[in-house]
C-alpha cells in the first residue's frame, strides 16, 4: 500500500503573474474621472476611478506561427499629491490601486529645475503583483537629468 497522499495548501496571497516567455509588445491605456480634494496655487491632491486596458502580444518560442494576445480590463483608484517646493522643485506622488487584482503601484517624484531647459530629478517607484505582466513586483529608485525645449 502507499501512503496516503498530503492535503493540498492552499496560497495566503494571490499568487503573481509570471513573466512572460520570449519577446511581446505591450500595451497599456487608461482613463477615468477625477477630482480636486485641494486644489491650491501651490499644492494639489486629487482622486478618482479609472479603467486600465492591458493588451499584450505574446511572440511564444515554442510555436512561431500562432502568436498568443492577452487583453484584460482592470479597473482602478488612484491618488495624486503635486507640490510646488521653494528654490523650483516639485514634488508629486501618484498611486494606483487596481481593485480587483489586490495590486498597487507608487510613484514618488522629486525634481528641481536648474535653468528654463535643464532639471535634475529623483523617482522612486515602486509596484506589487503588477497587472501589466511585464514585471509583477519591484522597487527601483532613479537618477534623472531632463532637458526641456
Known sequence: PSPPSPPPSEPSEPSEPSEPAGKYTLFHEEFGIGFYLLKQQKRTASFGFSNNFFYMQLALVKD???????IRCLQSCFFDVNYALPYDIKLNN???YYLNDSAWENKLELERKITESFSLGTVFETSRRNPDLSVSSYSKFK???GFHF
Not at 512561431?64 to 492577452?70: A, F, S, T, V, Y
Open 64 to 70: 512561431k506561427d500562432k502568436p498568443q494576445k492577452l
Open 143 to 145: 537618477f534623472l537629468l
Open 94 to 96: 501618484r498611486t494606483v
